[in-house]
């Protein structure tokens, strides 16, 4: 079965230290993936895609992310978290076997600490 | 570019009311856009996706009679909660893509309030 799975629901860091937020998926299809943020009452904004060129993505805000193949992840990092990075995140998926459907992340919340 | 405007940001209604969501891609169109519904400190949950010119695809446990949705427009999806219900509170998000294999790209949602 396909599927993607965000393995902390809440990260704590200190304002000026680097942000991991993971991302692991689940298929023998290629895929197709995504990070976005969600800031409270607002909808999904894109922070970076990964659709099958370089595997280290540049995203807005400073973050990155790189698809590694052989672990199945794609986790979300920046060096230096901001007060502003406080939000929820999601990784989305699209495998190239399902055409439309996207598979969601339960999300992880990002608190970042002053 | 990829807009996708969503509106209203907010409303509240009475029950037994209904209420009609828009969501409008801005600069580019969409052959189909996808209805969200989203609990407080969950992810989002598919409700359907609407096709243009013609019906949409529930997904399984959502109510097609109550979740009315209409794609008439390349660039325009409603969806109308009808004869709402408190239970039927929740935050909506709808998105659309600019093509296959492309990013989704989502409003800012509605939150919907029934009292």
């Known amino acids: 079965a396909q599927s993607v799975t965000q393995l902390d629901s809440h990260v704590s860091v200190s304002e000026g230290t680097p942000v991991l937020l993971r991302c692991n998926y689940s298929?023998?299809?290629?895929?197709?993936l995504f990070w976005y943020v969600q800031h409270p009452n607002k909808g999904l904004q894109l922070l970076l895609k990964?659709?099958?060129?370089?595997?280290l993505v540049k995203g807005i805000n400073g973050f990155e992310a790189e698809f590694k193949k052989s672990e199945t992840s794609f986790h979300l990092t920046k060096p230096s978290a901001h007060m502003s990075d406080a939000a929820e995140y999601f990784c989305v998926v699209i495998f190239r076997n399902t055409g439309n459907q996207f598979y969601f992340g339960t999300g992880t919340s990002l608190t970042v600490i002053p | 570019g990829a807009v996708v405007s969503q509106h209203p940001s907010r409303v509240i209604c009475k029950s037994g009311t209904s209420v009609k969501i828009e969501c409008r891609s801005l600069d580019f169109q969409a052959t189909t856009m996808f209805w969200y519904r989203q609990f407080p400190k969950q992810s989002l949950m598919l409700m359907a996706t609407?096709?243009?010119?013609?019906?949409?695809?529930?997904e399984q446990g959502v109510e097609k009679d109550k979740f009315l949705i209409n794609h008439a427009s390349l660039t325009l999806s409603t969806l109308t909660v009808t004869s709402a219900h408190p239970e039927d509170s929740s935050f909506y998000i709808c998105?659309?893509?600019?093509?296959?294999?492309?990013?989704?790209?989502f409003g800012n949602g509605t939150r919907l309030t029934v009292t």
């Open positions: 609407s096709n243009e010119g013609s019906k949409a695809t529930y």
């Open positions: 998105s659309a893509r600019t093509g296959m294999n492309s990013p989704l790209h």
């Open positions: 990964y659709t099958s060129a370089a595997t």
């Open positions: 298929s023998s299809y290629s895929p197709s």
